[in-house]
């Protein structure tokens, strides 16, 4: 376990220094409508290192725009843990929501 700068501790998830990982923003929301609806992985934007992760993460929650809804009344975000923000994007008559998490790519089959 390590302490990082934020105050909490953390695994090494048993990496070796010289492996090399790579922190992303992702974003998860809802694709299409009506019976093509669906819940996926719309974006994974890699960033140097965890400060500048965590910066754009919370631009792209502040500025994101979802495909639904198309006409956009209002947002409101709410940061559900220290690296994760759900926001709320009302609509004309339907409120759709998306994800905004900062992770760290430990491994990927290329």
């Known amino acids: 376990m390590t302490e990082d700068r934020w105050g909490g501790t953390r695994q090494n998830a048993g990496l070796e220094q010289s492996q090399r990982t790579e922190w992303h923003v992702l974003v998860e929301e809802t694709v299409s409508s009506g019976d093509r609806r669906r ?4 974006s994974a934007l890699p960033c140097g290192d965890r400060d ?3 910066r754009r993460a919370f631009e792209t929650a502040e ?3 979802p495909e639904n809804p ?3 009344n ?3 975000i709410f940061q559900i843990g220290t690296d994760t923000w759900l926001v709320d994007v009302r609509g004309a008559t339907t409120d759709f929501h998306f994800r905004v ?3 760290r790519l430990v491994g990927a089959d290329e």
């Not at 819940?39 to 719309?42: C, H, M, P, S």
């Open 52 to 54: 500048e992760a965590l």
């Open 74 to 76: 209002g947002r409101r």
């Open 39 to 42: 819940w996926v992985l719309t």
């Open 70 to 72: 198309r006409f956009k």
């Open 101 to 103: 998490s900062v992770a």
């Open 63 to 65: 500025k994101h725009r």
